[in-house]
Antibody, heavy 121, light 109 residues
Framework: QVQLQESGPGLVKPSETLSLTCTVSGGSINSYYWTWIRQPPGKGLEWIGYMYYSGSTSYNPSLNSRVTISVDTSMNQFSLKLNSVTAADTAVYYC???????????????WGQGTQVTVSS | QAVVTQEPSLTVSPGGTVTLTCGSSTGAVTSGQYPYWFQQKPGQAPRTLIYDTSNKHSWTPARFSGSLLGGKAALTLSGAQPEDEAEYYCLLSYSGAWVFGGGTKLTVL
């Protein structure tokens, strides 16, 4: 059974960079897309971006200039960096696996449990 | 950026049938937007129920089905159970960029 686990600081100061890692166990990071999704407190889900294991990416246009997703196949991990954070970036951050159909991502199947990140001084 | 719309809340009686919809500000939802449906219960991570309009996972209860209906993506629950009370989110793809709907709070009462 594939499992995903988010890790990283739970508290980040305004204007700094939020960095999270998602560790994948029970399966290979190869041949899949990997995505980050967040949920501000009491609000809905927001897609941050996804990356194919070999490098192609797609980001939410509203976050595009601040987001970087990367994959480390040797560690079976993928990461999220969001810079210049503000209180509006306070959320539960989820990582998830996405299958591939043809040349596109298809089928979000396994999710991490989520990690709370608070932006505050 | 496109806006994806869902009913804020719906109520269904136990054993009843309800349809949740997912619309797009850009026009009719098509199969080429690969609609997803997710279920989220309080304090839990979302769970994918439906992908690519109507495909189910092994864990998706048979009472849930996905379709396109009247220019929208639709999630139909037939034979609602108390455990189906949850928030439901749809997701649409716009040339590779994903947008979530605001969610529908479904009450089984």
């Amino acid at each position: 059974q594939v499992q995903l686990q988010e890790s990283g600081p739970g508290l980040v100061k305004p204007s700094e960079t939020l960095s999270l890692t998602c560790t994948v166990s029970g399966g290979s990071i190869n041949s899949y897309y990997w995505t980050w999704i967040r949920q501000p407190p009491g609000k809905g889900l927001e897609w941050i971006g996804y990356m194919y294991y070999s490098g192609s990416t797609s980001y939410n246009p509203s976050l595009n200039s601040r987001v970087t997703i990367s994959v480390d196949t040797s560690m079976n991990q993928f990461s999220l960096k969001l810079n210049s954070v503000t209180a509006a970036d306070t959320a539960v951050y989820y990582c998830a696996r996405v299958g591939r159909k043809g040349s596109r991502p298809s089928n979000i199947d396994f999710w991490g449990q989520g990690t709370q990140v608070t932006v505050s001084s | 950026q496109a806006v994806v719309t869902q009913e804020p809340s719906l109520t269904v009686s136990p054993g009843g049938t309800v349809t949740l919809t997912c619309g797009s500000s850009t026009g009719a939802v098509t199969s080429g937007q690969y609609p997803y449906w997710f279920q989220q219960k309080p304090g839990q991570a979302p769970r994918t129920l439906i992908y690519d309009t109507s495909n189910k996972h092994s864990w998706t209860p048979a009472r849930f089905s996905g379709s396109l209906l009247g220019g929208k993506a639709a999630l139909t629950l037939s034979g609602a159970q108390p455990e189906d009370e949850a928030e439901y989110y749809c997701l649409l793809s716009y040339s590779g960029a994903w947008v979530f709907g605001g969610g529908t709070k479904l009450t089984v009462l």
